[in-house]
């Protein structure tokens, strides 16, 4: 296997190189000096299957092993190098790990929470690997045509070996939901070491649900002045209202004028997440700034808040966390198939232009024009294409405004690699109009989508950029069960779009001001985002 470099979604890269019986982890950003040994950490990657082999002293011996199961009733089993991921055979554990100088960084405030980030990253490797074929080799269909076989989930073992045998460790990722047990009981071993925690495996269905800002994070620079400022999400700790040094310049370094009267020019909030988006400053940072910024080094995920309900126009339904902040990117993911980074951000009013923090890809973004504009003036360029007001009707210039006062949506933009491309809406379907249609087949945490994509040169990316809102809206809330979309019946194009990307049309629906589908995606049916 060649050597791979990974873009992660908060703009970190790692090469990932072949070593002895497994692979290398090296991270390109804490890698700032020569090493014997690179920061990161080493994997042991296998693939066990079936031993075919036959013995012909005996004809039952023969016979046993022709169908894969030996004298004493159990499966033999081989172990091979690992070449190409398998449907359920491959084995997974870390092996070593190689922390960079305390001289440079601080130690990991919490050591099981290092491992659990590594571990995430190298399924995050793992999961962009080509998909094998998903049909079970189950002996009662070994006459069944490979078309009609039975399908398994793919998934990966993780096994309790290397790093991964320390006390207590297997456990602790199994709670935090990255990793699941084969077997729901209690058992009876008095620790971790015995069959009741052999069973460990991670599929790509449940991996694609979790959200990454639950695992990522970075280490904090040891010296206040050393130029570490490169790593994603990782400013050197200052002072309130002193300034950050900012060179070397990045392709993230630009000039731009102030978001918000009332933030500070010259610094990040170091409230963050949560504060206002840092998208004022005169001299951004060399670091992305995006959904997994954060100036404690802290993984930023939050969860959801507790069950309230309300009412709206006498529909019971629970009361709503607040969006994102205007301008604020929530979205952020590399997308191997067009090299570029997929993100997310809410549209703002400010009349500039709204700038881009985010990681981008290896190559310089087109149409980099369009990142002069502000929101608005997308909106009304999009929405006079003949294309787009043919569904959405005429642009009016108290749209943005209307839709940002939405209790039960918000307004969104995307964009390929900072560069916007088109316009969305989320919203929550009880209490919106296609939940009074649905009735009681509208689930209290089920989303809906309003989409147009405004530029011609960004068509054609239908799986990609709706797989991506559909892994946002999975990953904000384990309880969102469907994404619900209703377009007008005559749009074939982008009804087929929905359909190959996994979307299922359940009914026509007439509403007030069209006739249209509705199409679902459940989240059981979902395996994960286009890459």
């Known amino acids: 296997m060649a050597p791979q470099v990974i873009r992660l979604p908060d703009g970190q890269t790692f090469t990932v190189t072949p070593v002895f019986a497994g692979l290398g982890f090296k991270s390109h950003e804490l890698n700032t000096h020569h090493?014997?040994?690179p920061v990161g950490w080493t994997v042991v990657l296998n693939t066990e299957s079936d031993d075919g082999s036959d013995d012909d002293t005996e004809k039952q011996d023969v016979e046993s092993r022709e169908n894969g199961v030996a004298l004493d009733g159990k499966a033999k089993r081989q172990i091979h190098s690992f070449a190409k991921p398998t449907l359920q055979g491959d084995n997974l554990f870390i092996s070593s790990i190689a922390n960079p100088s305390s001289s440079e960084f601080k130690p990991a405030a919490s050591p099981t929470r290092q491992i659990a980030m590594m571990l995430w990253i190298t399924l995050y490797w793992y999961f962009h690997q080509p998909e094998p074929a998903p049909q079970v080799p189950a002996q009662a269909a070994a006459k069944t045509p490979q078309a009609a076989k039975p399908r398994g989930e793919w998934r990966i073992n993780i096994k309790r070996d290397g790093v991964l045998r320390g006390r207590n460790l297997i456990p602790k990722l199994e709670r935090m939901g990255l990793i699941t047990s084969g077997s729901s009981a209690v058992g009876t071993s008095l620790d971790d070491n015995g069959e009741d925690w052999s069973d460990m495996f991670v599929?790509?269905?449940?991996?694609?649900?979790?959200?990454?800002?639950l695992f990522l994070f970075s280490l904090?620079?040891?010296?206040a002045g050393a130029n570490y400022d490169s790593v994603p999400g990782s400013p050197i700790g200052s002072r309130p209202n002193s300034p950050l040094p900012m060179e070397p310049p990045s392709p993230f370094h630009k000039t731009f004028q102030r978001h918000s009267p009332h933030s500070s020019l010259n610094r990040i909030d170091h409230d963050l997440p949560g504060g206002?988006?840092?998208t004022s400053m005169v001299n951004p940072p060399s670091f992305p700034i995006g959904p997994f910024f954060s100036s404690s080094h802290l993984p930023t995920y939050y969860p959801p808040a507790p069950l309230q309900y309300i009412f709206t126009n006498n529909i019971r339904h629970p009361m709503r966390p607040k969006?994102?902040?205007?301008?604020e990117v929530f979205y952020t993911r590399f997308v191997p198939s067009v090299n570029q980074y997929l993100s997310f951000r809410v549209a703002s009013i400010s009349p500039n232009p709204v700038p881009y923090l985010g990681p981008v890809g290896p190559k310089p973004p087109e149409q980099s024009h369009l990142s002069t504009m502000n929101d608005a003036a997308l909106l009304e360029m999009w929405m006079k294409k003949p294309r787009v007001s043919a569904f959405?009707?005429?642009y009016d210039e108290q749209f943005l405004t209307k839709s940002l006062n939405q209790a039960n949506s918000f307004p969104v933009i995307g964009q390929w690699d900072g560069v916007p491309f088109g316009y969305f809406e989320i919203y929550w379907v009880k209490e919106d109009i296609l939940g009074q249609h649905l009735g009681s087949d509208a689930a209290d945490w089920d989303r809906g989508l309003h989409v147009f994509i405004g530029e011609e040169w960004a068509r054609g990316r239908v799986p990609i950029w709706l797989t991506g809102l559909v892994h946002w809206c999975l990953t904000s809330d384990y309880r969102?069960?469907?994404i619900c979309l209703e377009p007008r019946v005559d749009n074939a194009r982008f009804l087929q779009g929905l359909e190959f990307t996994g979307f299922s049309r359940e009914k026509q629906i007439?509403?007030?001001h069209k006739q249209s589908w509705l199409v679902r995606l459940r989240r059981e049916q979902w395996e994960g985002p286009a890459l």
């Open 35 to 37: 090493n014997a040994f």
């Open 203 to 213: 599929s790509r269905r449940m991996f694609w649900q979790l959200p990454g800002r």
């Open 220 to 223: 904090q620079p040891n010296k």
């Open 276 to 278: 206002p988006t840092p």
């Open 323 to 327: 969006p994102p902040r205007m301008g």
């Open 392 to 394: 959405w009707g005429e």
């Open 480 to 482: 969102t069960m469907s």
């Open 510 to 512: 007439s509403f007030p």
